[in-house]
């Protein structure tokens, strides 16, 4: 797998006349290495890959890291890159420009005997499309998402805080075999529940209360990502009304997933339904991103991308409206693009949940 992902790299690297790259952002290092350790670098030439770290994780590099020559370096770190550069007459290093601070971009530069590149989202772009392992493991993290939604349907009763009900739903995913939450979940009750990324506070969940869930976990290395909006109690006319708006246009753009379509036309269909209902101006975000080793990565779901859906992306459907002083809904799937059309990873239901 890693060897796989080594050779398309090298493909990028030939077009872009690199000699090498250096990989040292944790998320980009690990995806091309198996390595599941932070704070090591790799460079990865055209015929050889060398993995870099140091002597606390030298026997754990040695154990995950297969496609790859380890070497154990002592600081500091740019003296060691010079010292490769020269072993492979490296002329052209691509860089991750996103992860290189200004302080170390200088540094290198300085010790560095090489030209450097910035990769310009090389790595993230490659990370788009998932493979079959990746898939695997991001149904099982949701699969965790979805219990962690029902045992939390059990457990909400008004009067609770949306820190209390944040902090149940955790445990309980991480009892599962969550390793962490991919974000800290958001837990926005009430009229709180306009804020599109209201995280728990110590608001008290009360009876007509509309109350967003918005969270995911990270399982072997991946994200997930699911909202779901229930009301505490009986909903009102206008409650009822927005609820219904914003899974129309979720649904609609869902079943519209397929290879081919581009993000600005998908996104468009769920606008569209929101707007015509009159609600246009209080859907303020796009409609997805993609997901992966972050929660948050390529591609864009929205009005600026004209990026065309692929199989293996792994997308979220989540249309909103948000109502200032009153209330919102959002509703949000993680789906797969499938060779001819799309399987959602959530199974919870989207239905108005209304907590008696
Ligand atoms: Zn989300
Ligand atoms: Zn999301």
Same mark, same amino acid.
């Given at each position: 797998?890693?060897?796989?992902?080594?050779?398309?790299?090298?493909?990028?690297?030939?077009?872009?006349?690199?000699?090498?790259?250096?990989?040292?952002?944790?998320?980009?290092?690990?995806?091309?290495?198996?390595?599941?350790?932070?704070?090591?670098?790799?460079?990865?030439?055209?015929?050889?890959?060398?993995?870099?770290?140091?002597?606390?994780?030298?026997?754990?590099?040695?154990?995950?890291?297969?496609?790859?020559?380890?070497?154990?370096?002592?600081?500091?770190?740019?003296?060691?890159?010079?010292?490769?550069?020269?072993?492979?007459?490296?002329?052209?290093?691509?860089? *991750?420009? %996103?992860?290189?601070?200004? +302080?170390? !971009? /200088?540094?290198?530069?300085? #010790?560095?005997?090489?030209? $450097?590149?910035?990769?310009?989202?090389?790595?993230?772009?490659?990370?788009?499309?998932?493979?079959?392992?990746?898939?695997?493991?991001?149904?099982?993290?949701?699969?965790?998402?979805?219990?962690?939604?029902?045992?939390?349907?059990?457990?909400?009763?008004?009067?609770?805080?949306?820190?209390?009900?944040?902090?149940?739903?955790?445990?309980?995913?991480?009892?599962?075999?969550?390793?962490?939450?991919?974000?800290?979940?958001?837990?926005?009750?009430?009229?709180?529940?306009?804020?599109?990324?209201?995280?728990?506070?110590?608001?008290?969940?009360?009876?007509?209360?509309?109350?967003?869930?918005?969270?995911?976990?990270?399982?072997?290395?991946?994200?997930?990502?699911?909202?779901?909006?229930?009301?505490?109690? *009986?909903? %009102?006319?206008?409650?009822? +009304?927005? !609820? /219904?708006?914003?899974?129309? #246009?979720?649904?609609?753009? $869902?079943?519209?997933?397929?290879?081919?379509?581009?993000?600005?036309?998908?996104?468009?269909?769920?606008?569209?339904?929101?707007?015509?209902?009159?609600?246009?101006?209080?859907?303020?975000?796009?409609?997805?991103?993609?997901?992966?080793?972050?929660?948050?990565?390529?591609?864009?779901?929205?009005?600026?991308?004209?990026?065309?859906?692929?199989?293996?992306?792994?997308?979220?459907?989540?249309?909103?409206?948000?109502?200032?002083?009153?209330?919102?809904?959002?509703?949000?799937?993680?789906?797969?693009?499938?060779?001819?059309?799309?399987?959602?990873?959530?199974?919870?239901?989207?239905?108005?949940?209304?907590?008696?």
């Amino acid at each position: 797998m890693f060897s796989k992902r080594i050779e398309t790299l090298r493909k990028v690297m030939a077009e872009r006349g690199l000699d090498a790259v250096l990989l040292q952002g944790d998320v980009n290092r690990n995806y091309m290495s198996g390595f599941k350790g932070d704070e090591s670098y790799s460079i990865i030439t055209m015929d050889k890959a060398i993995f870099i770290t140091d002597s606390r994780f030298t026997e754990q590099a040695t154990q995950e890291v297969k496609d790859y020559e380890v070497r154990e370096y002592q600081r500091p770190f740019e003296a060691f890159l010079d010292k490769i550069v020269k072993e492979f007459n490296i002329k052209k290093l691509g860089f *991750e420009e %996103n992860v290189l601070t200004y +302080e170390l !971009y /200088n540094s290198y530069k300085e #010790a560095v005997s090489c030209e $450097l590149i910035p990769l310009n989202g090389v790595i993230e772009t490659l990370r788009e499309i998932k493979c079959e392992k990746e898939i695997e493991i991001m149904r099982k993290a949701q699969n965790i998402a979805d219990k962690g939604f029902e045992h939390i349907l059990k457990f909400i009763k008004p009067g609770m805080t949306e820190r209390e009900i944040g902090l149940e739903l955790e445990f309980y995913m991480r009892k599962l075999g969550a390793t962490g939450l991919s974000f800290p979940s958001i837990v926005a009750s009430g009229v709180r529940s306009s804020l599109p990324h209201g995280m728990a506070t110590e608001k008290v969940v009360e009876n007509g209360d509309f109350l967003t869930l918005d969270f995911g976990v990270v399982y072997d290395g991946y994200c997930s990502d699911m909202t779901r909006t229930i009301v505490i109690g *009986e909903p %009102n006319e206008k409650m009822k +009304e927005i !609820y /219904n708006v914003v899974l129309k #246009a979720q649904e609609a753009a $869902l079943k519209a997933v397929k290879p081919g379509i581009s993000c600005y036309d998908l996104d468009k269909i769920a606008r569209d339904i929101i707007t015509e209902a009159g609600y246009g101006e209080y859907f303020g975000h796009g409609l997805g991103h993609g997901v992966g080793r972050v929660v948050h990565e390529l591609p864009m779901v929205n009005f600026r991308s004209k990026e065309i859906l692929k199989p293996g992306m792994v997308i979220t459907d989540e249309p909103g409206i948000y109502i200032p002083n009153f209330g919102g809904v959002r509703i949000e799937d993680i789906i797969l693009v499938t060779e001819d059309g799309y399987e959602v990873f959530s199974k919870s239901p989207k239905e108005l949940i209304c907590l008696k």
